[in-house]
């Protein structure tokens, strides 16, 4: 599925990729529809009638991803509602396995999210991810989402990965066609981001249910320049 000899810097994706997707799902479209509806007094039908439709009107932007913006709309505390829920915040059963096969063959294994560094922080907290990953960071460091072909740029230039050697994973496809179309060789797509819910059909990239599946090969393909971090 993957050439991993030619593979030396992993960038990967956080929420559905690493971390299991059911918190996100959750609170975007249950946990805060209730709180809005309370605060706003309307019914929860309604509540969830006016996010989803603005949901829809900024996907894929970086107030989407920004839980300021979504503070100021509703006139909500959306990270302490979001800590309300935070013990739904845990690590996808397979990913531990992979990240430590990744970190001890050699790669850099970088962390690219486009949530909050709010939200980043809280799921380090309840998780600790941050010690698998040699570097961690949110979109919102470089003013615009994995969406847009100006985040590859700007993300490359600061980590000087080769397009050939670098492997991008991700649960949207979206975002997998804009790393494809910026250049990045080896790209992965993952069909099961949240554990409550039935895998994706998935066809235009390679994909994966469980990442135990690849760690044979990871291992038998070390990479030997090591990362100094």
């Given at each position: 599925?993957?050439?991993?000899?030619?593979?030396?810097?992993?960038?990967?994706?956080?929420?559905?990729?690493?971390?299991?997707?059911?918190?996100?799902?959750?609170?975007?479209?249950?946990?805060?529809?209730?709180?809005?509806?309370?605060?706003?007094?309307?019914?929860?039908?309604?509540?969830?009638?006016?996010?989803?439709?603005?949901?829809?009107?900024v996907?894929?932007?970086?107030?989407?991803?920004?839980?300021?913006?979504?503070?100021?709309?509703?006139?909500?505390?959306?990270?302490?509602?979001?800590?309300?829920?935070?013990?739904?915040?845990?690590?996808?059963?397979?990913?531990?396995?992979?990240?430590?096969?990744?970190?001890?063959?050699g790669?850099?294994?970088?962390?690219?999210?486009?949530?909050?560094?709010?939200?980043?922080?809280?799921?380090?907290?309840?998780?600790?991810?941050?010690?698998?990953?040699?570097?961690?960071y949110?979109?919102?460091?470089?003013?615009?989402?994995?969406?847009?072909?100006?985040?590859?740029?700007?993300?490359?230039?600061?980590?000087g990965?080769?397009?050939?050697?670098?492997?991008?994973?991700?649960?949207?496809?979206?975002?997998?066609?804009?790393?494809?179309?910026?250049?990045?060789?080896?790209?992965l797509?993952?069909?099961?981001?949240?554990?409550?819910?039935?895998?994706?059909?998935?066809?235009?990239?390679?994909a994966?249910?469980?990442?135990?599946?690849?760690?044979?090969?990871?291992?038998?393909?070390?990479?030997?320049?090591?990362?100094?971090?």
């Amino acid at each position: 599925m993957l050439d991993w000899s030619n593979i030396s810097t992993v960038l990967l994706d956080m929420d559905g990729t690493i971390l299991d997707l059911h918190f996100d799902n959750h609170f975007w479209l249950h946990h805060l529809p209730l709180r809005y509806s309370e605060s706003a007094q309307i019914s929860i039908d309604e509540a969830k009638h006016k996010l989803t439709r603005h949901y829809k009107k900024v996907a894929g932007t970086i107030d989407w991803y920004c839980l300021d913006y979504w503070a100021e709309q509703t006139q909500l505390a959306i990270t302490d509602l979001k800590k309300e829920v935070q013990h739904l915040i845990k690590l996808r059963g397979d990913a531990h396995h992979f990240l430590v096969a990744l970190k001890e063959t050699g790669r850099n294994v970088v962390l690219v999210t486009n949530a909050h560094p709010d939200s980043l922080a809280l799921k380090i907290e309840r998780t600790q991810l941050d010690k698998y990953f040699n570097t961690l960071y949110s979109t919102h460091e470089f003013g615009v989402t994995k969406e847009s072909q100006l985040l590859w740029q700007r993300l490359q230039a600061k980590e000087g990965f080769e397009l050939s050697n670098t492997l991008f994973v991700d649960d949207s496809l979206p975002i997998l066609k804009s790393a494809q179309q910026y250049g990045i060789e080896h790209l992965l797509a993952v069909a099961n981001p949240d554990s409550k819910q039935p895998e994706n059909v998935i066809t235009e990239f390679p994909a994966i249910t469980n990442y135990d599946v690849l760690l044979h090969d990871i291992k038998a393909h070390p990479f030997l320049n090591k990362p100094n971090n």
